[in-house]
């Protein structure tokens, strides 16, 4: 199984995104005014890519991702450009120590998901830094190997947005409540829980996405890319 | 009637149910999808995930109508349902299809039961080129294996095949073409059950007379 392709790092960035999870609703509003309705399946993550008039490199770059996920074929690490760490280390966990001693790179020792009765996802990790915050907003992901797999490929993703931020205590653990909850039939037990980077395993939508046209200076303009989260066990 | 669980019920009428769809193909070998995307055992059975949300929008229906069909568009490149295809004895092959309630968290799965049975149809693959994969497959309810009948038909033309001169029939000769509906609403008088109204089976106040006249 090919590995999912990393999105390029572009010198110019990306201008605007949109990284929400999507739900599909079967609505039944009555004429009271009430509003009916059941949820068809789990939610998926949904993004929209979008650049503005970026630069020559950014164009070489983009353009040959593009080309490398031969339309619909190829999976890719989908991330939120503007998440990637969490609010309070943006610039990564250089240098951190976990509170149990060691360095830390970004991953949780340990993981567990908890639903209380109103349905909320309760997230409790272990191993991170002292005090560390994750705030509203923040990602966490999960990696794991796929059956078949060697161990380590972890080509299997998933990730969920804190909405209730917390604080991890003196001896490094945490707990807050996620959007959208993981699904445990889908996530191992096994995985991963980290905050570097977290991202998601996507496929393009070529038909609503377009790359845009390249003008005065090699300069591209215009590229959208609108891609749908592949979710496997 | 369908015994739903009190929790789904509860989780129905808060709106926050998420509902998915399974079904069962009893080919060779059998054919186990669902709509999750996760594996989960039903009925002691395992089922393949294929995340399609539609699983669940199939079994329509309205309340004393007649029962109808059931048409499950599944994705024409999915390989759990692609061994459809190849499987050997798909004729008629007894096809269940499920319906669960989960939690709004859809972690708690809080009911599962089987939303109707049938026997497999008509399976029809569609490939569009810069469009869509689709594989139909058409399950026959008890609507109409039941409603079925044998070669013989309450028909003017039939009856004359046993005996050319018996005209018993001849009157009454559209009451073979109309359907009735196994499990349908009763019909209120025999007119509408045979003709309906003077436009049932094609006919009109003027032909109608010219039957009787004949």
């Known amino acids: ?233 | 009637m369908k015994a739903i669980s009190a929790a789904a019920l509860q989780a129905l009428a808060d709106g926050t149910a998420i509902v998915v769809g399974a079904v069962k193909i009893d080919a060779d070998p059998p054919i186990r999808v669902w709509g999750g995307h996760g594996p989960i055992e039903l009925g002691g059975e395992p089922f393949d995930p294929i995340g399609d949300r539609s699983l669940v929008q199939v079994a329509g229906g309205a309340l004393g109508a007649s029962e109808q069909s059931i048409t499950l568009s599944l994705s024409g490149i999915e390989e759990h349902v692609l061994e459809l295809l190849d499987a050997e004895e798909v004729e008629q092959a007894p096809a269940t299809l499920w319906r669960m309630i989960f939690k709004g968290d859809g972690v708690t799965l809080l009911d599962a039961h089987i939303w109707k049975r049938g026997r497999l149809d008509e399976l029809l693959r569609e490939d569009e080129i810069g469009g869509t994969s689709t594989l139909t497959a058409n399950l026959e309810t008890a609507a109409r294996g039941l409603g079925r009948s044998g070669g013989r038909m309450r028909s003017d033309a039939d009856q004359r095949l046993i005996k050319a001169n018996d005209g018993f029939f001849r009157n009454i000769a559209f009451a073979g073409e109309k359907t009735l509906y196994w499990g349908g609403r009763k019909p209120a008088t025999a007119g509408s059950a045979v003709g309906g109204s003077y436009g049932g089976g094609g006919r009109n106040f003027y032909n109608r007379q010219n039957v009787r006249a004949n």
């Open chain 1, 1 to 233: 199984m090919m590995q999912p392709l990393p999105m390029p790092e572009l010198p110019a960035g990306i201008a605007r995104v949109e990284f929400e999870p999507e739900r599909v609703d079967y609505a039944a509003p009555e004429a009271s005014g009430r509003q009916g309705g059941v949820q068809a399946g789990w939610p998926l993550w949904l993004a929209t890519f979008e650049l503005d008039k970026v630069d020559r490199d950014s164009a070489d770059l983009w353009r040959a991702f593009i080309a490398r996920l031969r339309g619909r074929q190829r999976l890719f690490l989908a991330s939120d450009p503007t998440r990637l760490y969490p609010r309070a280390t943006p610039r990564g966990f250089a240098g951190m120590t976990r509170a149990g001693g060691g360095a830390f790179t970004g991953a949780a020792t340990s993981w567990a998901q908890n639903v209380d009765a109103e349905g909320n996802a309760a997230i409790g990790l272990t191993g991170l830094p002292a005090n560390l915050a994750l705030a509203a907003g923040d990602y966490i992901g999960w990696k794991w190997d796929a059956a078949g797999s060697a161990a380590g490929s972890y080509d299997r993703r998933t990730m969920a947005r804190v909405v209730v931020p917390g604080v991890a205590s003196a001896g490094g653990g945490i707990t807050v409540t996620v959007e959208p909850p993981l699904d445990p039939l889908v996530v191992p037990a096994g995985a991963i829980a980290h905050l570097d980077k977290p991202a998601c395993l996507m496929r393009q939508i070529p038909d609503r996405s377009r790359i845009g046209s390249t003008g005065a200076g090699r300069a591209l303009s215009g590229a959208t890319m609108i891609a749908g989260q592949d979710l496997r066990p």
